[in-house]
């Protein structure tokens, strides 16, 4: 069963930068698409990022576009989110997931990670 551990959150100042590190185990994730997820306090969970696993394209919401990049490393069982430019309505718990297919930025999921807090304040 696959088992996705998110990591690389943290508190960072408007206009800085962070990477999010998402590490498989159990499967192989080259064999998934997978996405990010956000989850504001007191809003709806927002899909931001998928990549494909057929062909690797990637797709992102107009919220990050230009500003986050989604990364995979298949050998490395590992996939990543580039966060530059942040500003402080990014302020959420990000979550990585896998899935079967990317729908645009949306990742179909079948797994989750459990989530890692990211705070953009000056």
């Known amino acids: 069963q696959l088992r996705l551990v998110e990591s690389g959150g943290g508190s960072v100042q408007p206009g800085g930068s962070l990477r999010l590190s998402c590490a498989a185990s159990?499967?192989?994730?080259?064999?998934?698409?997978i996405g990010w997820f956000r989850q504001a306090p007191g809003k709806e969970r927002e899909a931001i990022s998928c990549i494909s696993g057929r062909d690797g394209s990637t797709n992102y919401a107009d919220s990050v576009k230009g500003r986050f990049t989604i990364s995979r490393n298949n050998a490395a069982n590992m996939a990543y989110l580039q966060m530059n430019g942040l500003k402080p309505e990014d302020t959420a718990e990000y979550f990585c997931a896998a899935g079967f297919d990317c729908s645009a930025h949306v990742c179909l999921a079948g797994s989750w990670g459990q989530g890692i807090q990211v705070t953009v304040s000056s």
């Open positions: 159990g499967s192989t994730l080259a064999y998934y698409a």
